[in-house]
């Protein structure tokens, strides 16, 4: 029988999110008492129906002041970092949140005797990092984070799929509403996880159950090609629209004047430079067991998942005739 976990005080940098929702949930049902350190509490308050009252308590922290962090930390002893920008603009720029950032959560752990450290980075940006701005930032906050705090955790999720998930929703609403969809890079060859395997592997390793000081890297049980992920979620969203490549640099000129605008862009020239890396699991952390097995996680394949919420982008909705409900006899 496995021993009693004992409750901890966890702090969570950037909580309230599409992953740190699922990770709060998994780690209140362990007992552990959580602060969700964001920069809006006043907009996180539905952290708190996933555990007991009290039990969860969203708190003011902005990762690029240091003070905001050491308040944060103080009395923790676990601190998760979940905190990540798709886009570098004004003060939020990459360098500022994910290498900056990190390490003032990474030096703020270590200063106030935190035991555990687990830091969320992103599958392949040690791949990407010669083109990408982002995944140079977030290698960096890697080597920031390891510095400062030498048992650190690292985890390198691959794109996430999920209810609410950024990517494949987004595409589903592009296939509702495109008469063609751009295909930028096609061949580059993804390994969605499933946030929920991810979330799980995050309360693990918050919990010291694999070892610390090294870096994880998590994909899902499929590798399919961008021009791949396009058809299914196409089958998915019931749309039969053609799919019309677009060369990298015609790409990022698309995407300069959207840089501009006033809301997050739908494109950035940096994604483009994303889209055009391999984005899978390393054949060093899989001889090394960096992955899924070393949390003993099997995970879970898009098949189980997608269809549960992706069906919203079909012409008729839960209503196409095969996501209609059975007739009662």
Request: hydrophobic share 45%; charged share 20%.
């Amino acid at each position: 029988m496995m021993d009693r976990i004992e409750p901890k005080l966890v702090t969570i940098f950037g909580g309230a999110g599409f992953v740190g929702t699922q990770i709060v949930q998994a780690l209140a049902k362990s007992g552990h008492r959580i602060r969700v350190a964001v920069r809006r509490p006043g907009l996180a308050g539905h952290v708190k129906m996933f555990g007991s009252v009290g039990q969860i308590q969203p708190i003011q922290a902005n990762i690029r002041n240091a003070a905001s962090v050491q308040h944060a930390v103080r009395g923790a002893d676990i601190v998760i970092n979940l905190v990540g920008v798709g886009q570098s603009r004004g003060v939020q720029s990459f360098v500022a949140v994910h290498t900056d950032g990190a390490r003032h959560i990474a030096e703020a752990a270590k200063a106030a005797g935190v035991t555990t450290l687990v830091h969320m980075s992103a599958l392949g940006v040690d791949m990407a990092a010669g083109v990408s701005d982002y995944a140079a930032s977030k290698l960096d906050g890697e080597v920031a984070v390891l510095k400062a705090f030498p048992t650190a955790i690292i985890l390198r999720p691959s794109i996430l799929f999920g209810p609410g998930d950024g990517f494949f929703n987004l595409m589903g609403m592009l296939a509702r509403m495109l008469p063609v969809l751009p295909l930028i890079g096609g061949d580059t060859r993804f390994q969605p996880a499933y946030v929920g395997d991810v979330a799980e592997a995050f309360a693990m390793a918050a919990e010291g159950q694999v070892k610390a000081g090294k870096i994880y890297e998590l994909g899902g049980p499929q590798i399919e090609t961008y021009r791949d992920l396009m058809a299914r979620i196409q089958r998915e969203a019931g749309r039969k629209r053609p799919m019309l490549p677009i060369p990298s640099g015609i790409a990022k000129l698309l995407a300069l004047p959207m840089s501009f605008l006033p809301f997050p862009p739908l494109l950035t020239a940096d994604q483009v430079e994303l889209l055009g890396v391999d984005n899978v699991v390393s054949d060093a952390a899989i001889r090394e067991k960096r992955t899924f097995a070393a949390f003993g996680i099997t995970p879970t394949e898009m098949d189980a998942i997608l269809p549960s919420y992706m069906y919203r982008f079909r012409k008729r909705g839960q209503y196409d005739r095969d996501n209609a409900p059975a007739p009662i006899l």
